[in-house]
């Protein structure tokens, strides 16, 4: 019987940038080298945007945007740039399909004691070279009724 083997998840110290001068309360995690696939029809990378626990009783997310943008190096092999907005999908024609989801209208899911998701992002990597993900959350803070919008990039370099 054949093993499929799960890449390991590393939370990042993405690059950040929030609204107000504040810390953003966001992280994403996922592989910062995933395996380059066959690339068939169904995505196989997950990327999350997790809460910091001691934002989570004061944060509601009201719009997430993940910008999956290829380097120049990876736009020579043919990749595109990929965007989707909340829970939405896209499927170019002759590329692998993207998904998002923004888990329960911006109400955030436990994974764990310590962890809860806001929402994940599943794609692929099929064209070689390097990647940035961008991902921005517009967000309410529920005790003082303020707006904030944060921006996140992860590097990722499929092998």
């Given amino acids: 019987?054949?093993?499929?083997?799960?890449p390991k998840?590393?939370?990042r110290s993405p690059k950040s940038r929030a609204s107000g001068?504040?810390?953003?309360?966001?992280?994403?995690?996922g592989p910062e080298?995933?395996?380059r696939t066959l690339c068939g029809a169904v995505p196989e990378f997950t990327?999350?945007?997790l809460g910091d626990k001691t934002q989570l009783p004061r944060a509601e997310i009201l719009q997430i945007v993940w910008h999956k943008i290829?380097?120049?190096?990876?736009?020579q092999q043919g990749a595109i740039d990929r965007l989707l907005v909340d829970s939405d999908w896209e499927a170019p024609?002759?590329?692998?399909?993207?998904y998002s989801v923004l888990i329960k209208d911006g109400v955030p899911t436990p994974l764990s004691q310590d962890t809860f998701s806001f929402a994940i992002c599943v794609m692929s990597f099929c064209s070689t070279g390097h990647y940035d993900l961008y991902v921005h959350v517009r967000w309410r803070d529920t005790q003082n009724g303020n707006i904030h919008f944060d921006t996140q990039s992860f590097a990722i370099a499929p092998t």
Avoid: E
Wanted: hydrophobic share 30%; no cysteine.
């Fill in 1 to 6: 019987m054949a093993t499929t083997r799960i």
């Fill in 47 to 49: 990327y999350g945007l």
């Fill in 70 to 75: 290829p380097r120049q190096d990876a736009v």
């Fill in 21 to 29: 001068g504040a810390a953003s309360p966001w992280t994403i995690v």
């Fill in 33 to 35: 080298t995933p395996k």
């Fill in 93 to 98: 024609p002759k590329k692998t399909p993207h």
């Fill in 9 to 11: 998840r590393r939370q």
